[in-house]
């Protein structure tokens, strides 16, 4: 997965705006394409001419994030970064870089491996067979998964380098550029005295403050495998980030089985449990990687970790088409209604 295709399996969220709004304060909003589906923020603020200057930088900022880190761009830097493996050469990071790559190592070590930046290889390797309806090779799969390993990166924290050792290595920030993009964006917008706005980067929402007039913003979860339906009870947060995934659109149907876009970096293979995770936490960038690793985690290693995290989760799991809730405690602090009990909805 890469962030310069639409990360389809983050639309299981979706806001729900207030249309409330104070005297001195209007509510705008701008959407545009970036990464290949719609980027939208959302601001209240007493004067027009702000808030289109405040949208229009945050974009420009967007946009040189998505220079830095997307691998569909032929000259960014992670592409730079990646045509330097094998090649004994210390790459020197840019300072946004560096900040992300450390965040990926300090996911790889708490997620227990189960989210990797090194996965690139299979990644493109998946991408391909999706496309080409064709299901990969073993020997393909067990050849790619030896690129793999995010303990292979050498890191110099002093000189901010990066050294990929292996040729072929190829690293892919689709799980974690969007939260950290929808983070930066959110905290610019902050620095420019907005106290209420909402960033939302194709799924991946991260917030400030609340619509006037409410104790939050009202978001949705849809229905694991639905596109259009969602749950009933919605959440409500403020000063948080959230997001969803799951497999909606990208998996490919194989001798009777569904593999996610999701890759297991221990087998190489797309994951096959019907599971839909949605967490909620302080930081968009945290919220963003560990919808991955809860998707590959057993439910209670993906509560522990969570929680270890100061975050929420829910788990929604489709076994033989009934649906299954499993929730951190913390996570029914969130619920705008009562909340699904765990067990058949």
Request: hydrophobic share 40%; aromatic share 10%.
């Amino acid at each position: 997965m890469n962030i310069c295709l639409p990360r389809f399996y983050f639309l299981t969220i979706f806001v729900l705006y207030s249309a409330i709004s104070q005297a001195q304060l209007k509510r705008y909003s701008f959407t545009t394409n970036k990464m290949g589906s719609p980027f939208t923020i959302i601001l209240y603020s007493e004067d027009s001419a702000k808030a289109i200057h405040i949208a229009g930088q945050c974009f420009q900022l967007v946009d040189s994030l998505i220079y830095i880190f997307s691998d569909y761009v032929g000259n960014s830097e992670l592409n730079r970064l990646c045509a330097s493996a094998g090649t004994n050469t210390a790459f020197k990071c840019s300072p946004a870089l560096f900040e992300i790559l450390m965040r990926s190592k300090d996911a790889y070590e708490k997620s227990s491996g189960t989210f990797d930046i090194t996965l690139g290889p299979l990644t493109k390797l998946w991408r391909k067979a999706r496309k080409g309806k064709e299901f990969p090779d073993h020997t393909q799969i067990k050849e790619k998964l030896l690129l793999t390993g995010f303990n292979k990166i050498l890191i110099d924290t002093v000189k901010y380098t990066a050294t990929l050792p292996q040729k072929g290595m190829q690293l892919d920030l689709g799980g974690i550029a969007q939260g950290y993009i929808a983070q930066q964006a959110i905290n610019f917008i902050k620095k420019q005295n907005i106290e209420n706005a909402l960033v939302d980067v194709s799924g991946d929402i991260v917030c400030i403050g609340m619509p006037p007039n409410t104790d939050g913003w009202t978001v949705a979860i849809n229905v694991p495998e639905s596109e259009d339906q969602f749950l009933p009870n919605h959440l409500n947060i403020a000063n948080q980030a959230v997001t969803t995934s799951g497999d909606v659109y990208q998996y490919m149907v194989h001798n009777g089985k569904k593999y996610s876009h999701i890759i297991n970096p221990s087998t190489g293979y797309g994951i096959i449990s019907q599971r839909n995770v949605t967490v909620i936490a302080a930081d968009g960038t945290i919220a963003d990687w560990l919808t991955k690793a809860c998707s590959i985690l057993s439910i209670n290693k993906a509560k522990r970790l969570v929680q270890s995290m100061n975050a929420a989760v829910l788990i929604v799991e489709v076994k033989n088409e009934k649906m299954f809730f499993h929730y951190s405690k913390n996570f029914e602090h969130f619920w705008k209604s009562q909340h699904p009990h765990e067990n058949q909805f």
